[in-house]
T-cell receptor, first 114, second 109 residues
Framework: GAGVSQTPSNKVTEKGKYVELRCDPISGHTALYWYRQSLGQGPEFLIYFQGTGAADDSGLPNDRFFAVRPEGSVSTLKIQRTERGDSAVYLC????????????FGQGTRLTVV | KNEVEQSPQNLTAQEGEFITINCSYSVGISALHWLQQHPGGGIVSLFMLSSGKKKHGRLIATINIQEKHSSLHITASHPRDSAVYICAVSPLATNKLIFGTGTLLAVQP
């Protein structure tokens, strides 16, 4: 596709359940980022991939959160034992290279934990 | 104190007005980004700049690295400009973006 694609666009889950959020970056983009945006706030960094490896996961809030990018393209953000505080819009972005290149954002996945 | 501060948080303007949104940051950066987010929509990159000034259509972005300050200007504003405008910085030696909380702009006809 032409842009960054995130699926699903909306996800409602019960507290304690496991969820997976998917990001398809722009083809050829080596850098991929996950951010989380709570209502009324700017996005907050979660994790950054350069190729297949997580180069910086310092933003992951706790060990319930994990992300993979096994083939250096599609990435999956995984949240175990979801809590109501995990409710937010999860944004994915990709860029051609890591440094000083424009980031392209997906539409986000709105996660609601009830 | 947030590393990226924007002002104002909310802005209402009449169609045709000249608009300025300000961004101040407290860390060394390699680049600053201005982004636009429509309600329920994704984020679109408007500008990425590391010095001077850039112009695209009715939008102008400036940055003063020494003063750690950037401004986004919209000339001849239009209701379709209504959106949240977000300033984000790329800190030195990292590859992540640090975002401001955004400025909600409403342009009334």
């Amino acid at each position: 596709g032409a842009g960054v694609s995130q699926t699903p666009s909306n996800k409602v889950t019960e507290k304690g359940k496991y969820v997976e959020l998917r990001c398809d970056p722009i083809s050829g983009h080596t850098a991929l980022y996950w951010y989380r945006q709570s209502l009324g706030q700017g996005p907050e960094f979660l994790i950054y991939f350069q190729g297949t490896g997580a180069a910086d996961d310092s933003g992951l809030p706790n060990d319930r959160f994990f992300a993979v990018r096994p083939e250096g393209s599609v990435s999956t953000l995984k949240i175990q034992r979801t809590e109501r505080g995990d409710s937010a819009v999860y944004l994915c972005a990709s860029s051609l290279f890591a440094e000083n290149t424009e980031a392209f954002f997906g539409q986000g996945t709105r996660l609601t934990v009830v | 104190k947030n590393e990226v501060e924007q002002s104002p948080q909310n802005l209402t303007a009449q169609e045709g007005e000249f608009i300025t949104i300000n961004c101040s940051y407290s860390v060394g950066i390699s680049a600053l980004h201005w982004l636009q987010q429509h309600p329920g929509g994704g984020i679109v990159s408007l500008f990425m700049l590391s010095s001077g000034k850039k112009k695209h259509g009715r939008l102008i972005a400036t940055i003063n690295i020494q003063e750690k300050h950037s401004s986004l200007h919209i000339t001849a504003s239009h209701p379709r400009d209504s959106a949240v405008y977000i300033c984000a910085v790329s800190p030195l030696a990292t590859n992540k973006l640090i975002f401001g909380t955004g400025t909600l702009l409403a342009v009334q006809p």
